[in-house]
């Protein structure tokens, strides 16, 4: 009879617990965010999608682009350089820019601000 109770106990708290354990945000909701000019919760949107797909080069260059506007210049290298050797063409071109970018800026910093073009890609995940 005890074992019931233990397990049942179990089954509720983990009920209990779940829903409490935020699921990655959307890709969706994290560009709206990023669009809004919302960078720190986009940022921290795309970490979580980038935790359960560390391969997907849309989501790192997105969080690249947010690491950008919050002036993280260091992140959003790392961020630039892997999209531009595992993204598609067309990723790997606008990480390219982005690098380039942040290696002409000699006084280490970055106007905070909205990139002025952004394109959408499609990704199959």
């Known amino acids: 009879m005890k074992k019931h109770h233990v397990v049942g106990a179990l089954?509720?708290?983990?009920?209990?617990v779940l829903p409490a354990v935020s699921a990655p945000?959307?890709?969706?909701q994290?560009?709206?965010d990023y669009n809004a000019g919302k960078y720190q919760q986009a940022a921290s949107e795309f970490e979580?999608?980038?935790?359960?797909?560390?391969?997907n080069?849309?989501?790192?260059?997105?969080l690249a682009l947010?690491?950008?506007?919050?002036?993280?210049?260091?992140?959003?290298k790392q961020e630039y350089d892997w999209?531009?050797?595992n993204g598609d063409a067309n990723l790997k071109g606008l990480a390219s820019q982005g690098?380039?970018?942040?290696?002409?800026?000699?006084?280490?910093?970055v106007q905070a601000g909205k990139v002025r073009k952004i394109l959408e890609f499609y990704a199959d995940w």
């Open 11 to 16: 089954a509720l708290l983990l009920i209990a």
């Open 25 to 28: 945000a959307s890709y969706g």
């Open 30 to 32: 994290a560009v709206a």
């Open 48 to 55: 979580a999608i980038k935790a359960q797909y560390p391969t």
């Open 57 to 62: 080069a849309l989501t790192r260059y997105y």
């Open 66 to 76: 947010c690491r950008q506007a919050l002036g993280h210049l260091d992140k959003a």
């Open 83 to 85: 999209v531009s050797q």
């Open 99 to 109: 690098l380039a970018r942040l290696s002409g800026n000699r006084t280490g910093s």
